[in-house]
Nanobody, 120 residues
Framework: VQLQASGGGLVQPGGSLRLSCAAS????????MRWYRQAPGKQRELVAA???????NYADSVKGRFTISRDNAKNTVYLQMNSLKPEDTAVYFC???????????????WGQGTLVTVSS
């Protein structure tokens, strides 16, 4: 199983970006998909999460600006980021908790990270 993140880049303050993360390989079911970020010199932090039934939660710092969504048919999670601020600059990582087989156990998988830079 692999998670491939994309969509990062350079954007001006107030701008928008949409991140995508597609899971591929032998997948039976994905329970939770999340976005984390890690800024230089800081610990990795949870940005947003969504479950298989569509429940979502967000870090206080991004509420009202970021929206997480997923396409279960494509095993893909998205992060729509609006009203971006310089403090949103970080490497963004996707995460999935999934089972590869019906009778298997859940395991954690991480994407490679995509850099988001918010600067004028």
């Amino acid at each position: 199983v692999q998670l491939q993140a994309s969509g990062g880049g350079l954007v001006q303050p107030g701008g928008s970006l949409r991140l995508s993360c597609a899971a591929s390989g032998s997948i039976f079911i994905i329970e939770t998909m999340r976005w984390y970020r890690q800024a230089p010199g800081k610990q990795r932090e949870l940005v947003a999460a969504t479950t298989s039934i569509g429940a979502t939660n967000y870090a206080d710092s991004v509420k009202g600006r970021f929206t997480i969504s997923r396409d279960n048919a494509k095993n893909t999670v998205y992060l729509q980021m609006n009203s971006l601020k310089p403090e949103d600059t970080a490497v963004y990582f996707c995460y999935a908790n999934l089972k590869e087989k019906r009778d298997g156990s859940y395991s954690d998988y991480w994407g490679q990270g995509t850099l988001v830079t918010v600067s004028s």
